[in-house]
């Protein structure tokens, strides 16, 4: 470890991930049409930025588990002939751990009336007889209109489920005159009812207002639509990749989708189109009226709660019985712009899994990386007793910068130095404030933290950091993952579009009384994922650094903050790649 003095102020169960939806010609549909990119093939696919542990098709586009018989099924929209959206395909991937997969062919692809223009997101679920079936968004016209279809295994005595099979009685949902068809996809995985009713949510909007339709079935073939909604709310755009099930209020446990009672609560997630986030809350299903109801201090929309505050979209969970938990999993496309994506050959990576469980405050969720990723740590380096007094920056060597997991907690004497919170700043903008305060911006308690992929003299690096306010009674801790510093490449394309680098943030909801707090990042060649205090604060950057790859990268600790601040432990991985077949 290398330390320096203060001047260095650096000058995608099933599990398909959910269609994005932008605005093309006019009209509605799931995401940005190239027409003259979608079906352009990766000569030469470019390596440097692509993930060693993050799961990536070898090539072109992806978007997108069900357990099943000892197996996970990651089904995932994929683009067979380039590297932008469209020409969708659900790939289908297998696995026994979650880490090391083997790709298989399509699972489903355009070639039934119901979906000859798009076969889009959607779930699955286990029915009596351990029977598996998926329903997914079709498209019929070139108008977008989109419709409920099921697909069901050729062979269940296969124990990859190799090839699935579209009946002829599609679609099973279309919608009504009420509904808008150009918005009206992404159906859940359905749970069962006391009444002896399966249930499905579908993502949807009527102008401004988010829905999410609900449907009853008791043959899981003809559905009816309820004359309510589960839930709705005003202001927020088209609601997509819905999805809801029950949290246990008592347990670590994980829960089936279909299970309630006094001891559960319930999330509803959606994937907000205007916003390019998602948003969740905590509620209680009310199983006599069929409705969600969020509990009062959740807020709908885009001052609520996030699964990631950063790079997160199309998010899915999905329950694993073999180990009593559920498992949330989320796509990250990329930062760069379509042109780069092109040139290089690939877009879109699958983020690591990560398990869900409520924060025993009954306010929130904690996420973190499922178990088995720790598999595929290698060399570890240690640090303990470590302190960092204002503008000290210590190197972390010994591991692969590039490819590590680093867990670090840190302590402080005091938060007397705690910044004053300025009553002008909006306490739900958090990404804003860190671009105020960034990491060279010197504080009291804080910044401190990691500095990501950076190059040897920080012309590069992304930062992760934690800021401590006082606000009138408490204190706000605000996390950041600043990928604005994190490349010299301008990113610009030919047609004058940049590169999305901003600077991700999200406050914690953490007791300070111990004067202690931990962070994790999970690092890998151009991703960053943090989670902080333990994963109630989560944020992914997408990050594409010139200097700052493979033996080039660097790792460092740091403090920027007047309060001294003692790393009590640090350790650090280099990770190995898993055994992606056909990678």
């Given at each position: ?57 070898t090539?072109?586009w ?61 779930s ?66 359905a ?45 927020t ?21 279909s ?50 505050y ?82 000290d ?9 590039a ?47 990691l ?76 991703v960053?994922?943090?989670?902080g ?26 403090n ?12 650090a991985?280099?990770?190995r790649?898993?055994v992606?077949?056909?990678?």
């Amino acid at each position: 470890m290398e330390s320096s003095g203060s001047k260095f102020l650096w000058a995608l169960p099933i599990f398909l991930l959910c269609s994005l939806t932008l605005f093309n010609n006019g009209v509605e549909a799931s995401h940005k049409v190239y027409s003259h990119l979608q079906s352009l093939p990766a000569v030469n696919v470019r390596e440097v930025h692509r993930t060693g542990y993050h799961f990536q098709p070898t090539q072109h586009w992806i978007n997108g588990p069900m357990y099943y018989n000892g197996i996970y099924h990651l089904f995932y929209q994929y683009n067979p002939k380039g590297a932008v959206w469209g020409n969708i395909v659900w790939a289908h991937s297998v696995s026994k751990d979650l880490i090391n997969w083997k790709r298989l062919d399509p699972a489903i692809y355009p070639s039934k009336p119901f979906d000859q223009y798009g076969c889009w997101s959607g779930s699955a679920t286990i029915l009596p007889g351990n029977k598996p079936i998926i329903l997914y968004t079709g498209i019929i016209d070139k108008n977008n209109t989109q419709v409920q279809n099921y697909a069901v295994p050729a062979n269940l005595s296969d124990p990859y489920l190799r090839e699935w099979i579209k009946p002829d009685n599609n679609p099973l949902v279309v919608a009504d005159e009420s509904i808008n068809k150009t918005a009206f996809r992404d159906p859940t995985t359905a749970w069962f009812g006391r009444d002896g009713h399966w249930r499905i949510s579908l993502g949807g909007r009527r102008k401004h207002r988010g829905i999410a339709y609900l449907y009853r079935s008791r043959d899981f073939m003809h559905w009816v639509k309820a004359k309510h909604a589960l839930h709705t709310a005003a202001g927020t755009g088209n609601w997509e990749c819905p999805d809801f099930y029950p949290i246990s209020v008592s347990s670590r446990n994980g829960l089936d989708t279909s299970a309630i009672g006094s001891d559960v609560k319930h999330v509803l997630k959606v994937s907000l189109d205007v916003t390019r986030y998602e948003y969740y809350t905590l509620g209680t299903y009310d199983t006599k009226r069929d409705r969600y109801i969020p509990d009062k201090d959740m807020i709908d929309g885009w001052n609520g709660l996030r699964y990631d505050y950063g790079n997160f979209y199309a998010s899915k969970s999905f329950f694993d019985p073999s180990k009593n938990r559920r498992v949330l999993w989320g796509w990250a496309n990329e930062s760069d712009t379509t042109e780069i994506d092109v040139r290089k050959g690939w877009a879109g990576i699958q983020l690591i899994p990560r398990t869900i469980v409520l924060d025993p405050n009954g306010k929130q969720l904690i996420q973190w990386p499922v178990e088995e990723l720790e598999t595929l740590r290698g060399n570890l380096v240690k640090l303990s007793e470590k302190e960092l007094v204002r503008g000290d920056l210590v190197e972390i060597k010994g591991i692969t910068a590039a490819q590590a997991d680093v867990e670090v907690s840190f302590s402080f004497d005091s938060l007397e130095k705690a910044e004053p919170f300025d009553p002008t700043w909006d306490r739900y903008d958090a990404q804003r404030l860190c671009g105020l305060k960034d990491s060279t911006v010197e504080g009291g308690l804080g910044p401190f933290g990691l500095v990501t992929l950076a190059s040897e003299k920080l012309q590069e690096y992304t930062p992760v950091f934690f800021r401590v306010f006082k606000d009138q009674d408490r204190h706000l801790v605000l996390l950041c993952s600043d990928a604005s510093r994190s490349t010299l490449a301008d990113g610009t394309s030919k047609n004058g579009s940049a590169a999305y680098r901003p600077s991700f943030a999200g406050f914690v909801d953490v007791d300070l009384s111990e004067k202690k707090i931990s962070l994790r990042s999970l690092i890998d060649h151009s991703v960053v994922e943090s989670f902080g205090a333990g994963g109630k604060t989560c944020i992914t950057s997408r990050v594409y650094p010139t200097l700052a790859i493979y033996d080039n990268a660097h790792l460092f600790v740091f403090n920027n903050g007047t309060e001294p601040v003692k790393i009590d432990s640090l350790n650090a991985w280099s990770m190995r790649k898993p055994v992606l077949m056909n990678r």
